[in-house]
Nanobody
Framework: VQLQASGGGMVQAGGSLRLSCVSS????????MGWFRQAPGKEREFVAS????????DYAESVKGRFTISRDNAKNTVYLQMNGLKPEDTAVYYC?????????????????????WGQGTLVTVSS
């Protein structure tokens, strides 16, 4: 599978961005999708995940209430709507996919559960 992320950019604190990640190469609707981020000098961290049918989602505490993950299985695309951005949200954002019949749950906060990764898109939030 190939994942192509886009939508990053530079925004002032309090602003919004929407990231997109288009999947190709396998059945998108069978993949759990996630977003992770890596800030300079820090380890990659979980941001959000969404179940195959989009009926469940999960968020890191740091983004809960500000970010929304969604997906359009007809367009093979997962989105991350980011509102109320803060300077500490500055990072490279990666989309990830996992293809199995494992039940959706909190395990998808772990990056090792994912088998495919996009190239990343940079989000910079200025104060």
């Amino acid at each position: 599978v190939q994942l192509q992320a886009s939508g990053g950019g530079m925004v002032q604190a309090g602003g919004s961005l929407r990231l997109s990640c288009v999947s190709s190469g396998r059945s998108f609707s069978e993949d759990v999708m996630g977003w992770f981020r890596q800030a300079p000098g820090k380890e990659r961290e979980f941001v959000a995940s969404i179940s195959r049918s989009a009926d469940m989602s999960d968020y890191a505490e740091s983004v809960k209430g500000r970010f929304t993950i969604s997906r359009d299985n007809a367009k093979n695309t997962v989105y991350l709507q980011m509102n109320g951005l803060k300077p500490e949200d500055t990072a490279v954002y990666y989309c990830a996919a996992e293809h199995s019949d494992a039940a959706y749950g909190l395990g998808y906060r772990l990056d090792e559960w994912y088998d495919s990764w996009g190239q990343g898109t940079l989000v910079t939030v200025s104060s």
